[in-house]
């Protein structure tokens, strides 16, 4: 089946910095994924859908400064936490859809933590 | 509004016991329906979806689920809990408009089985 990977698998980084999330499609190419947000022991919230060669499309509440996303090539998209903050710690996952139904494959995850 | 619930925050059985995991959902039109699986500080890992034909759905590690389209469930189910299947369980639909892939999510159900 198809594998998504991310780096790194956890961060830990000082208030005020930023933070690259990278996501990639190892064995098929992705010109969508998904970046989304999840708490301890809750639900995902999708952030954004990024798109490759276009601006990303951010959900409702997700501001776009804060949280960049770029889809530079179909393998690879990239979430870059801004000027982060304790309030930003979370674990952050991607996926992809791939196949006749477009199923999601996601990624493991990356635990940041903002001190 | 398009949602999906998950009715119980959490289903404790014994091992060996028949085990069930609830799932409803209000999406207009007929969608896909997922169910996934996750495993501390991991991604989500896919168990079993279901996109048409036969309402019961075999699925990875001995689950199945059953499409319910009156009573528009989704039950996952498996006739002989493990403990090793203690985990946090997802259901999830994407609306058949919505071709990208992006799925809506359910609050998820946290699966505890006891030896």
């Known amino acids: 089946g198809a594998v998504v990977s991310q780096h790194p698998s956890w961060v830990i980084c000082k208030s005020g910095t930023s933070v690259k999330i990278e996501c990639r499609s190892l064995?098929?190419?992705?010109?969508?994924m998904f970046w989304y947000r999840q708490f301890p022991k809750q639900s995902l919230m999708l952030m954004a859908t990024s798109n490759e060669g276009s601006k990303a499309t951010y959900e409702q509440g997700v501001e776009k400064d804060k949280f960049l996303i770029n889809h530079a090539s179909l393998t690879l998209s990239t979430l870059t936490v801004t000027s982060a903050h304790p309030e930003d710690s979370s674990f952050y996952i991607c996926?992809?859809?791939?196949?006749?139904?477009?199923?999601?494959?996601f990624g493991p995850g990356t635990r940041l933590t903002v001190l | 509004a398009q949602s999906v619930a998950q009715p119980e925050d959490q289903v404790n059985v014994a091992e060996g016991n028949p085990l069930t995991v609830k799932c409803t959902y209000s999406v207009s039109g007929n969608p896909y329906l997922f169910w996934y699986v996750q495993y501390p500080n991991r991604g989500l890992q896919f168990l079993l979806k279901y996109i048409t034909g036969d309402n019961l759905v075999k699925g990875s590690y001995g689950f199945e689920a059953e499409f319910n389209k009156s009573q528009t469930s989704f039950h996952l189910k498996k006739p002989s809990a493990l403990v090793s299947d203690s985990a946090l369980y997802f259901c999830?639909?994407?609306?058949?408009?919505?071709?990208?892939?992006?799925?809506?999510f359910g609050q998820g159900t946290e699966l505890s089985v006891k030896p």
């Open positions: 064995d098929f190419q992705a010109t969508t």
């Open positions: 999830a639909v994407r609306p058949l408009y919505n071709q990208g892939g992006k799925l809506i």
């Open positions: 996926s992809a859809p791939s196949g006749r139904d477009n199923e999601q494959f």
